[in-house]
């Protein structure tokens, strides 16, 4: 029997898609039949959400602390004008903004939108679902529906300890012209001849080129290029852990890209490897050009693992990827029960063939809490702290002990203090 009246105008409401209609609507427009009829006029009248295209572009990669867009466009098809709010949904870590946009896109044409992001972590960001819902020209009901288009922007470390650069890089230029004092030995070359001035070694002086001239020559050294950086990070359990503001990983990603830079700009060969129980991240082989950016991809989507670093296959690792004399910057963390269980028993592998050096970064808080006075709780947390650095300091004498080089110190200033390490065996000529 056909539905005629009050009856077809129920039915005919509750034909809408679920959402369409408030529940408090529902018994009044029961009543209502003009109002009824505009809804559904308006509901038809909306443009379809299904046959809609969605294109993306805009940026993949971004610095972390820094700011990226990605443009949406969205072509209409249909013949009716779309009038839509539309949400391009990222994950929370993505910072978005806005959450959701209104847009108008006459038929047959479409129009761009365009998100801003300011990632606050690291790693993939990733866009899947665009909702959109349509409108009819005169707002009452609407359409609903979600389309897949994916999209991906890489977060990349910050690289904070770039500001030291160029003052590191002007130290190395002083180093390639300097006497050789200190450079004299395994790891240097000579460079050119120059006049001598008060202060030289007089091992410097080159007694041939001074007969053939009024002044008295010196040699002058440089360090050997095409030397063999491997990086190695930790990135166990003892990496997650928070010193200053920042994980520990994220303070020895810091490091190495500035050890990176510099080498790389010295002449020297960088591979970077980072383990756990696994090979979690490798760069090997790349060119002084191509080596930072390769680093920066490598290390942006790696997270600390809640495992306990297994240091046998950690070193045999290195080992594989470091078949003549090389040096080996392991990047980890300086506690004891670590160090002694699974370092130590490790390290104559590594130092039979290779110059090692260990960096770590301390806590600064602890450094605070031992200078803490005047309460009782300040004084226990000071002989606490005290007691801690103590014990850091004695596995690092255990290190040295095993010929290793140990550089420790604060997030902030363990980048610099890793460069100047390496510069200081560059002009050892232990390199």
């Known amino acids: 029997m056909a539905l005629t009246g009050r009856t077809a105008l129920l039915a005919a409401i509750g034909s809408l898609p679920v959402g369409i209609l408030a529940p408090s609507w529902t018994g009044m427009l029961a009543v209502n039949a003009p109002l009824t009829l505009a809804i559904l006029c308006d509901y038809a009248m909306a443009a379809p959400v299904r046959t809609l295209r969605f294109t993306r572009s805009g940026d993949t990669t971004v610095r972390l602390g820094d700011g990226a867009e990605v443009q949406l466009t969205v072509t209409n098809p249909s013949r009716r004008r779309l009038r ?31 998100t801003a992001l300011r990632p606050t972590r690291r790693g993939d960001r990733r866009a899947e679902r665009v909702t959109v819902r349509s409108y009819g020209p005169l707002g ?23 500001k030291h650069l160029p003052s590191r890089l002007a130290r190395l230029r002083e180093l390639d012209g300097r006497t050789s004092v200190l450079t004299r030995g395994e790891g240097t070359e000579f460079d050119s001849l120059r006049e001598y001035v008060p202060g030289d070694d007089t091992r410097s002086i080159d007694w041939r080129a ?6 008295v020559a010196v040699r ?19 990496s997650a852990g928070r010193v200053g503001d920042v994980p520990r990983l994220d303070a020895a990603m810091d490091a190495a890209l500035l050890l990176t830079a510099l080498a790389s700009r010295a002449g020297d060969r960088v591979d970077l490897l980072a383990y756990d129980r696994r090979l979690r991240a490798q760069v090997q082989g790349r060119s002084a050009s191509d080596v930072l950016p390769a680093v920066v991809d490598a290390l942006a989507p790696l997270e600390p693992e809640l495992v ?16 003549r004399r090389s040096l080996i910057v392991l990047l980890t963390g300086l506690d004891a029960a670590p160090v002694e269980e699974g370092l130590l028993p490790v390290l104559p592998q590594l130092t039979q063939r290779h110059t090692v050096l260990v960096a770590s970064p301390s806590d600064p808080h602890v450094a605070r809490m031992a200078t803490a006075r005047g309460t009782i709780e300040g004084v226990y947390e000071a002989a606490a702290a005290t007691q801690a650095q103590a014990q850091r300091l004695r596995t690092a004498e255990q290190l040295q002990r095993h010929g290793v080089t140990v550089v420790d110190a604060a997030p902030d200033d363990l980048a610099p203090a890793l460069a100047d390490a390496y510069l200081a065996l560059k002009a050892a000529g232990r390199l």
């Open 220 to 238: 002058t050294w440089r360090p050997e290029r095409d030397r063999h950086i491997l990086i190695v990070l930790d990135t166990g359990r003892t």
């Open 308 to 323: 306990e670093t297994d240091a046998r296959g950690l070193a045999a690792t290195a080992l594989a990827r470091a078949p």
């Open 140 to 162: 009452l009901a609407a359409r609903q529906g979600n389309h897949e288009v994916p999209w991906a922007v890489r977060v990349l470390p910050p690289f904070t300890s770039r």
């Open 84 to 114: 839509a709010q539309l949400r391009d949904a990222w994950p929370p870590s993505a910072a978005q903004a806005p959450a959701r946009q209104k847009l108008t896109v006459p038929a047959g044409e479409r129009r761009r939108v365009t």
């Open 210 to 215: 001074t007969a053939r001239q009024t002044t």
